[in-house]
Structure formats: structure tokens, C-alpha cells
């Protein structure tokens, strides 16, 4: 485990803005979990990773869209501007002058998976135009580049990002459905309740390590 860091730091990450509007309200985002997620030309697909703590994260469950915009190497003002700070407390757009982005895709919910932290979005690409041939920003980039002030603003964005995505990951409530024979166990999240059939008994339970099967998970639920 302690290996993780040297191990993701061997990467390297392209630097994305993420919109989404709901009527007049109007979201923004840095977003590295960005990726491509078919390779069929008829059915081109997008995957993003939102943590649920972000305003961008409210508009993009409310409107069921989202775009996306590759930024390039000038565009490190737009990281700070809309990566540091949360969209709840001010209008990050105000004052804003056009993006010009190296390219950009508008798209639309497909599907989504719960992991407690984020939502993992599929968007189908409806619209996307290439604009121009800049090398897009990626994060090493980005870390050479910031000064101290904005390291020290992106260590604690991210220290205070971490602590709340582990209280989601790790607070989540497992429903666990006992099984016909009276034994067995399956579970699914809180927020998914209808997956319980009828007839089967649901046992809530918050946080911990449970081991789900037969007579001694049944003990530790009650
Ligand atoms: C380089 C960088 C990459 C980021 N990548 C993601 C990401 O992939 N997904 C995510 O949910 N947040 C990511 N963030 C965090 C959000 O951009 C940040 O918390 C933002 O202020 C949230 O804004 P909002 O609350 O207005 O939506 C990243 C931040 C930075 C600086």
C-alpha cells in the first residue's frame, strides 16, 4: 500500500474544465478523471469522476449534462480560478473572459455508478470540435509551474477534498438482504433501497468491517 503515490506520480493527467448549468445557475470544475470511454465512432463516450461534495456535482445530477474543455499550458489562471474554490460561495464565472480551449465536448448522462465519494458519469458526446494544436495542460505541467502560494492552496484543496471523500466512503450505509435460506447475505447502498425484493429482510448498518455471510454476520448486524 505505501507504494500508491511513487506509483501515481509515474502518470501524468490531462487538465479539464467541467460545466454543467440547471436554469440560471451555472457550475465549473478542474477535473483530471477524465477519460475516453468508447472506442466506437458512432457512439463516442466521455467518463468523468465527480466527487458528491461539489457544486459542479449538484448541476450535473440536475440538468443530466455536462461539457467538458481541454485547456492548454496558458490556461494555469482558469486552474486556480475554478479548481481551489467552491462554485457555493462565489460566481466563478463573473468577469470571466471567453475561454479558447484546445477542444471541447457537450455531453449527455448515459449512466451513472454511485462509489459512495463520487459519481462516475458515462455522457454520451453529442457535440465536440477539435480548436486548435496546443499541447494540452497535464498535471506535472501544472505542478512545475504553480508557485508556492498555489501548491500550498492545492495541498490543502486537496487534504480538505480527501478528509470529506473518506467520511463518504467510509460512513455509507450498507443495506444488507438476507437471503431465502435464511443465511446467506447480499448487500447494496442505502440509496438503492428498491434493489431489496419483497420478503426479504433488511438490515442497516453504518461503517466497519463486516465479514456478510452465514451466522456470525448476522450476530454482529443486530
Ligand atoms: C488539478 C486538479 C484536478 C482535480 N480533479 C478533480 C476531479 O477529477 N474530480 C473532482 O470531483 N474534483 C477534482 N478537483 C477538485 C475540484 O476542481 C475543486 O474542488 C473545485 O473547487 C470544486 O468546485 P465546485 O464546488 O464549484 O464544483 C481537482 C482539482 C484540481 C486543482
Known amino acids: 500500500m505505501t507504494d500508491i503515490p511513487e506509483i501515481l506520480r509515474l502518470l501524468?493527467?490531462?487538465?479539464?474544465?467541467?460545466t454543467a448549468a440547471a436554469g440560471d445557475r451555472r457550475a465549473g470544475l478542474i477535473a483530471t478523471f477524465v477519460n475516453q470511454a468508447s472506442i466506437v465512432p458512432e457512439a463516442p463516450r466521455m467518463l468523468i469522476g465527480i466527487a458528491k461534495q461539489h457544486h459542479t456535482w449538484q448541476l450535473?445530477?440536475?440538468?443530466?449534462?455536462f461539457t467538458l474543455q481541454l485547456l492548454d499550458e496558458s490556461h494555469l489562471d482558469w486552474v486556480w480560478r475554478f479548481g481551489?474554490?467552491?462554485?457555493?460561495?462565489?460566481?466563478k464565472?463573473?468577469?470571466?473572459?471567453?475561454?479558447?480551449?484546445?477542444?471541447?465536448?457537450?455531453?449527455?448522462?448515459?449512466?451513472?455508478?454511485?462509489?459512495?465519494?463520487r459519481t462516475i458519469y458515462v455522457g454520451e458526446v453529442t457535440d465536440a470540435k477539435l480548436e486548435k494544436a496546443t499541447p494540452p495542460?497535464?498535471?506535472?505541467?501544472l505542478l512545475q509551474r504553480a508557485p508556492p502560494e498555489r501548491m500550498r492552496e492545492l495541498r490543502d484543496g486537496m487534504t480538505r477534498d480527501a478528509d470529506?471523500?473518506?467520511?463518504?466512503?467510509?460512513?455509507?450505509?450498507?443495506?444488507?438482504?438476507?437471503?431465502?435460506?435464511?443465511?446467506?447475505?447480499?448487500?447494496?447502498?442505502?440509496?438503492?433501497?428498491?434493489?431489496?425484493?419483497?420478503?426479504?429482510?433488511?438490515?442497516?448498518?453504518?461503517?466497519?468491517?463486516?465479514?456478510p455471510s452465514g451466522d456470525r454476520a448476522a450476530h454482529r448486524l443486530r
Open 12 to 18: 501524468d493527467r490531462e487538465i479539464w474544465l467541467v
Open 60 to 65: 450535473i445530477e440536475a440538468s443530466r449534462a
Open 84 to 91: 481551489l474554490h467552491s462554485g457555493r460561495t462565489l460566481d
Open 93 to 117: 464565472f463573473e468577469g470571466l473572459p471567453a475561454l479558447s480551449p484546445v477542444a471541447w465536448m457537450k455531453c449527455r448522462v448515459e449512466t451513472s455508478l454511485d462509489t459512495g465519494d
Open 137 to 141: 495542460l497535464t498535471m506535472n505541467f
Open 164 to 211: 470529506e471523500l473518506s467520511r463518504l466512503i467510509h460512513d455509507r450505509i450498507l443495506v444488507f438482504l438476507r437471503g431465502a435460506d435464511g443465511r446467506s447475505f447480499t448487500t447494496c447502498t442505502a440509496g438503492r433501497r428498491r434493489c431489496a425484493p419483497r420478503g426479504l429482510a433488511k438490515i442497516t448498518y453504518t461503517g466497519g468491517a463486516i465479514d
